[in-house]
């Protein structure tokens, strides 16, 4: 290997906010028979991604990759969403130069075991991810795709794993005939799972009208987007129509969605729970609709669709929304480049406690 150096971004599994730059030895880096080297490139970094910490014990996020460096023990590393390139293949159907897109370590460099390899994708078939979700553990090699193009790569990183669950959403949401219902309300509304979701609602003519809940701090920027019939902050929640209503929950803050079962009572049809971006206020949730509430997990709901419809085609529906997804709301964003981990450690505590702005999206670049 040609680096001198290799590092890995690590946080405290049971104090998540505290976080270190670990060094990679380097003689894990040497690939095995059938395995690659990757050398990171770029990735996004969102609440998502705090998420995978604040469930990653129930939601074995912890299990993708392995901490590296000293006394390890308590410490986890929190999966991100970017590109990589082979710099070292063992692999005789990936050669060095491919270039892929997937679930990685926010890390310099990592190991990978491809196998079920397609001039499209390849899945990483390493031991310890076997019984993961097997979304994640699919790539794409974007070389072979005919569109790529190198230049909106930070749109796919910052996107793909945020804008695909809000398609899933639209289309769990349609499936099931929006619940009966005249309202769709999203809380934590500017996070970009929620803008994507309203963007896919918005331009669906037979959707309800999508009402907004977000902080004070954001209504202004989240009014702009234009795809909210109506924006509150959680302080105006009395304002909200007693409407058959489904509420899409980014936020994770149960004393919001305690109050507002409350208020809607029968009139709350259904409570699809899907983030947590509000992870210090997910504790008490005595009082929410447990009846008629359920997690999303869009892994699953991919799964699903894949089976319906065949791989293909869902990649043909999933590629077409993003990209007209990403069209109308781009502007709304922009990007914040990082130079490096040392540039994470920064901005991390930001985005643990959500003070960023919401219209900025975190790109490190290694
Ligand atoms: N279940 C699934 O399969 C699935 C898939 C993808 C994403 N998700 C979840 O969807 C959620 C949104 O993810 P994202 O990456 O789209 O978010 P994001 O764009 O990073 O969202 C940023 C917004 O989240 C809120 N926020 C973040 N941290 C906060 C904090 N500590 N305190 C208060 N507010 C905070 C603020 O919005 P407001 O002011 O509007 O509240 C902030 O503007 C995450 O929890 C993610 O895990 C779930």
């Not at 293949?89 to 990592?110: L, M």
Request: glycine share 6%; aromatic share 12%.
């Amino acid at each position: 290997m040609n680096s001198l150096k290799s590092l890995q971004f690590q946080v405290k599994k049971n104090n998540f906010t505290e976080n270190r730059i670990q060094e990679v030895p380097l003689e894990s880096l040497i690939p095995k028979e059938n395995e690659i080297l990757v050398k990171i490139d770029l990735f996004s970094f969102t609440s998502n991604n705090i998420t995978y910490a604040v469930s990653g014990d129930i939601i074995r996020y912890w299990e993708f990759f392995t901490p590296v460096g000293i006394e390890t023990e308590g410490w986890g590393v929190i999966p991100v969403w970017g590109f990589a390139d082979v710099i070292e293949s063992k692999n005789e159907n990936i050669p060095v130069g491919d270039r892929i897109f997937g679930y990685f370590p926010p890390a310099s460099h990592h190991i990978m075991n491809p196998g079920n390899t397609s001039k499209r994708s390849f899945e990483d078939q390493s031991e310890h991810r076997s019984t993961l979700p097997n979304t994640y553990n699919i790539y794409r090699r974007v070389l072979s795709e005919q569109n790529y193009n190198t230049k909106l790569d930070r749109d796919r990183s910052l996107f793909y794993p945020l804008y695909i669950t809000s398609f899933c959403l639209w289309d769990s949401l349609k499936e099931n005939n929006w619940f009966s219902s005249k309202q769709i309300i999203l809380l934590s509304a500017s996070s970009k799972t929620s803008v994507g979701l309203a963007y896919g609602l918005h331009r669906d003519i037979e959707a309800p009208d999508v009402i907004g809940v977000t902080s004070e701090r954001n209504i202004e920027a989240v009014k702009k987007l234009g795809l909210y019939k109506e924006v509150y902050s959680y302080e105006q929640l009395d304002k909200i129509n007693q409407i058959e209503t489904v509420i899409v929950d980014m936020s994770g803050n149960n004393s919001v969605l305690i109050y507002l079962h409350n208020r809607l009572a029968d009139l709350m049809k259904f409570t699809l729970k899907v983030g947590l971006t509000h992870w210090k206020e997910s504790n008490n949730n005595q009082g929410i609709i447990k009846e008629r509430s359920k997690f999303f997990f869009a892994p699953s709901h991919i799964q699903k669709r894949i089976e319906d419809w065949g791989g293909k085609d869902f990649d043909k529906k999933t590629t077409q929304f993003l990209s007209d997804a990403i069209l109308k709301t781009k502007n709304w964003l922009h990007y914040k480049n990082l130079n490096g981990l040392e540039d994470l450690t920064n901005e991390y505590p930001k985005v643990c406690s959500g003070t960023l702005p919401a219209n900025e999206g975190l790109i490190v670049k290694i």
